[in-house]
């Protein structure tokens, strides 16, 4: 059969790839889909919603990952709620110094057809004895867990509506500054700028009251609406995500495409002027 | 008649917007299309690929004008090659030091075009005395202008091939460099460093070898190939173009939406480690 086109359609845009549908399956929270795509490899797709791709994964996941695993005092212990493709927790496993990382995933269907369909992603991480995985509710997850339990949590869900919608909320972000250790980092994905204004603007805002240090990062993901992509950390006794730790560089930077000290310190900076003027004072 | 699909394709992927053609027309040089969108009011196409949008026309002119307006000693005398639409020129007039514009574009058509269907991209520029019109192929103008005769030269062509092609190769750049005032800026339009890495690459490249101070900066045109794009600053005594002087800075700033001197900071910084490896030392 020849290849077809696959698009996410978000506002009157649609971003599409040629490629053929290997899987489409249901799960009690969503339709999951991997494509074989001809310019990115293997991709995976929530309620046809593009989430991720071998070839354009690092995009995403050292964004998320980096500024937060080098800047945090310590890397004992870790939480990843979503990530189900496992990227997020291979990117935590590059660094010798990770104790433990709980991966929280509410949908064991995302992580059963990545294993099978889209191996690469998670990598060495799905054998890796330092990974524990919950399937749960994120959001019950991180309201459960004792005060001051982790060095590092990392939020990888999907848009702000269906089974990540409570990613985004009030609660959620005070349950994750009180779990997280007062050295420790706090980061999420915060959305497109461009193709979510309103909830990224939310996002930060919201996080930038629970926590004492909070700034968004700027980057891009082609394959998620309009390109342009933000992830938001966090800090409790300094903005520590801002300072990576030479040690920690130094173990990493020869294996990632596109995180880096310069590459993370530019994007820092980079808010867009109508970001800046949207963000309460 | 109902709204349909209109789409750039590249190896693989598409970006569409749903919308209507308004005028389509064959120039000597290309195929020029109108169409009203949904979700960026009127937008224009060159050989079927996306070019500018009424509502996302500033991710682009701001970031290609502003660092250099902004950072050149003189605004007395501005080349601007290709540019058609008017956005460049537009861009360049917030500037109230601007003594005069040449607009150099080979294709009449286009400019008839845009004036007539998308007016609102280049505004008052269209009526502003400041600015010069020639129909002329900005390969040769280069060639033929004098030494030191432009305080700024902004290269706003469309992508490596087509009439644009000659716009990206040594002859042209060393042309631009001998015609640029000692303490003026050159910037072109330097393509994505992922949907076309190898040309990205061998403009930084050419440009570095050619001007004594160059830089890339990095930033979002949603509806290019992979949204991820990127402009290339050069000049000849000091890298001006890294330092708003600050009075230019009062007349525009409130009149921008993606540029600020705070995002120009960081989108200088933000380059990828791919391509921080991947350029000459």
Redesign the interface.
Known sequence: MDND?I?EYH?????????KVIIKEFSPYQEIAVIE????GRGLLLDSCWMTAEKQEKHYHECLAQPALCGAKNLDKILIIGGGDGGTAKECLKHKEVGYIDLVEIDSKVIEICQEYIPTIGGNAWNDPRLNIAIEDGIKFVEQAQQDSYDIILVDGSDAKGPAEGLFNRDFFENCQRILKPNGIFATQSESP??FLKVHIEIINLINEIFNYSDPL???V?MYP???WSWTFAAIDKPRYLNPIKRRVDCI?QN?????P??Q??????????I?RGLKK
Chains 1, 2 share one sequence.
Do not use: N, T
């Not at 506002?11 to 490629?19: D, P, S």
């Not at 795509?37 to 990115?40: G, I, L, P, Q």
């Not at 310190?265 to 109508?274: I, L, N, R, T, Y």
């Open positions: 086109w698009d506002e009157g845009v649609r971003y599409g790839l040629k490629g795509s001809e310019r990115y461009e193709a700027y980057g891009w082609p309009s390109g342009w930077e990632c495409q596109i995180w880096s310069r590459w310190k530019g994007a820092f900076q980079a808010m867009p002027a109508f800046e």
